[in-house]
């Protein structure tokens, strides 16, 4: 989950919680599986794809690893159907973000409080547990179409994992069984990085006829993006979404308080809606430095988008949406809240691919944070949804 704000909400439990969930919880957050991309040095997701492949392969899945990058590996596990039926992926992350951030020992789980506390409990280990568990309960009753496990590597990062899971395999539909407090997720917002790098005169402090101060003329740039955030927030909302919004994340630029500075550099960040993209942003910089540059000559800049990812909204008569929904209503005796996130999931990256994609998952909180946990309740609830998902779609 990138960036991702906590989900704290409550549903009812399903029947029980089974203490093989809780087991095998435990164990995945027992296994150091940080995200070295982020934390320099980080362990990386063989240890924890070797346990999810012993533990599947010992089930009677079929697993095949996938590791273009030494050390980020990912595991693909099939339970094959008997033919004729839909083919479903359930899709979770392997790697966590830093356990150094973590308050006390994020590799000890402790249950507290009808919660399970841990590095991952809540982004995204639950998810692997309640996903492993429902298709291993779901394969043991007849299925026609494929049920799949994508368990990735590198979704905090680069969302490597995924990709190169979609050059292996496709599927009719997905779910990615990010924490979503039990609603299920039918969109998403998209991202785009940028740099604008403006260009002033290097030159002696003292010799302002020579010299051309970069830093102060990025001034005007900022104040443009001050301005165009207010005008994105002002803008025309997404039903699920709300609007767009940009901001700046980083600025550098000279070399010495008695020197004129040749250039400073600042990083943008805009987050896009369904109808947005990359050059939505590229128009709005470019837009923005010729208009400066009308009015002061001496401004000029270079844009540069360095990332982007698209924004996510599943089709509105999504059959696995409307499997899921039916699944979650029969073990919790309520209808599930249809919403959005304003961060960025794998989501993206499978509806790009032609699946019919949605995301659900637990409830709990702590992403990223010093305490991370989710409730057992949800997790128990999760799981059924999720087995009585597989079996109706696949059938």
Not at 122 to 129: I, N
Not at 140 to 158: M, P, S, T
Not at 325 to 341: D, N, P, Q, Y
Not at 349 to 366: C, N, R, S, Y
């Amino acid at each position: 989950m990138n960036g991702s704000p906590d989900r704290a909400g409550a549903r009812p439990a399903s029947d029980g919680i089974a203490p093989e969930a809780v087991a095998l919880l435990r164990t995945l957050i027992g296994i150091d599986s940080v995200n070295p991309d982020l934390v320099p040095g980080g362990a990386g997701e063989a240890r924890i794809a070797d346990a999810v492949t012993a533990w599947l392969a010992g089930r009677g899945f079929d697993c095949r690893r996938l590791e273009s990058t030494a050390g980020r590996p990912s595991i693909l596990a099939v339970a094959p159907g008997t033919g004729g039926g839909r083919s479903l992926m359930l899709n979770g992350h392997l790697d966590t973000v830093s356990l150094a951030s973590y308050d006390g020992d994020g590799l000890t789980s402790v249950v507290r409080d009808g919660s399970l506390y841990g590095r991952g409990a809540y982004d995204m280990k639950s998810g692997l547990a309640a996903m492993m568990l429902a298709a291993d309960r779901a394969h043991r009753r007849r299925h026609a179409g494929d049920i799949v496990l994508a368990l990735v590597a590198d979704e905090e990062y680069a969302s490597d994992g995924t990709a190169e899971v979609l050059g292996a395999v496709t599927t009719d539909a997905a779910i990615v069984v990010e924490p979503t407090g039990m609603d299920l997720v039918t969109a998403h917002r998209g991202f785009v990085w940028a740099t604008v790098t403006v260009r002033g005169r290097a030159a002696h402090g003292s010799r302002p006829d020579l010299g051309l101060d970069a830093i102060a003329k990025t001034g005007r740039l900022l104040a443009e993006i001050d301005s165009l955030a207010g005008r994105l927030a002002a803008s025309t909302p997404h039903p699920l979404l709300a609007t767009g919004n940009v901001h700046a994340g980083t600025i550098a630029g000279g070399v010495e308080v008695s020197s004129y500075p040749a250039d400073c550099t600042v990083t943008l960040e805009r987050r896009t809606i369904p109808g947005e993209d990359e050059q939505t942003f590229r128009r709005e910089l470019e837009g923005i430095v010729a208009d400066i540059s009308r009015q002061d000559p001496d401004v000029a800049a270079d844009v540069q988008i360095t990332t982007h990812r698209a924004p996510f909204q599943a089709d509105p008569d999504s059959a696995v949406g409307a499997t899921l929904a039916a699944s979650f209503s029969e073990v919790a005796g309520t209808e599930i809240v249809r919403r959005g996130e304003p961060f960025w999931t794998d989501c993206a990256l499978l509806h790009d691919a032609g699946i019919d994609t949605v995301m659900f998952g637990v409830a709990g909180g702590g992403a990223h944070a010093a305490v991370e946990w989710v409730t057992l309740d949800s997790l128990a609830t999760v799981t059924d949804t999720l087995e009585r998902a597989a079996v109706r779609y696949c059938a």
